[in-house]
């Protein structure tokens, strides 16, 4: 079974550009999430989704992130325009119905802003 | 809401000695707990959960955790460390509900002595 993929796997841009990440989750998962693990800290969860609908996005700053899933399936995550503490890891995850509450995560892009 | 504190930042023991990696949570009704480990440039794989029932949980890589309610902890053990157990360990916590919100701490890195 093919696990969490995403891409690209290191970004570095300048504050005010544009970018954005993309993951694709473990065939058949529902849901899927995308964390923010900020160097030295815990992962902490941007939005989730369950298909293609939004579960929680209370931690995303709208102001400037965004994502969908339009299929249910894939998903991108954008920022625009970036800022200097956006430098992070960005880690997708995803779980199933079959074994609710164990989430399965890629490996992340590491975003450097300068 | 819920939070997690993992007390110890990093942690160093000798290859074959014991390990105890604290947690401690704070949630208002019956939480559900998790350790994931992390490798350097990797994304987090679940060592282990507890939902309910037995509190003394056994995990992958002879990893157990113990549940006690009374001191809100999750202590994570394995009685003889290998040097491919260096990593950055986080314990997390999840809401019940169907979405599972993970809440993680801020990790333990644990180096390991020849």
């Known amino acids: 079974e093919a696990g969490v993929a995403q891409s690209p796997r290191y970004k570095i841009i300048e504050k005010r550009q544009s970018v954005a990440f993309w993951c694709n989750p473990i065939s058949g998962h529902a849901t899927l999430y995308w964390y923010q693990q900020i160097l030295g800290q815990g992962p902490k969860l941007l939005i989730q989704f369950q298909n293609n609908g939004v579960v929680d996005d209370s931690q995303l700053p709208k102001d400037r992130f965004s994502a969908e899933r339009l299929k249910g399936v894939d998903s991108t995550l954008k920022i625009q325009p970036a800022k200097l503490e956006d430098s992070a890891v960005y880690l997708c995850?995803?779980?199933?119905?079959?074994?609710?509450?164990?989430?399965?995560f890629g490996p992340g892009t590491r975003l450097t802003v300068t | 809401a819920q939070s997690v504190t993992q007390p110890d930042i990093h942690i160093t023991v000798s290859e074959g000695a014991s390990l105890e990696l604290r947690c401690n949570y704070s949630?208002?009704?019956?939480?559900?707990l998790f350790w994931y480990v992390q490798s350097p440039g990797q994304g987090l794989q679940l060592l282990l959960k507890y939902f309910s029932g037995d509190t003394l949980v056994q995990g992958i890589k002879g990893f157990e955790a113990e549940f006690k309610r009374s001191q809100s902890s999750f202590n994570l053990r394995k009685p003889s460390v290998h040097w491919s157990d260096a990593a950055e360990y986080f314990c997390a916590v999840a809401s019940g509900g169907s979405n599972y919100k993970l809440t993680f701490g801020k990790g333990t890195l644990l180096t390991v002595n020849p």
């Open positions: 949630y208002g009704a019956t939480p559900y």
């Open positions: 995850a995803s779980s199933g119905l079959e074994r609710q509450g164990e989430q399965y």
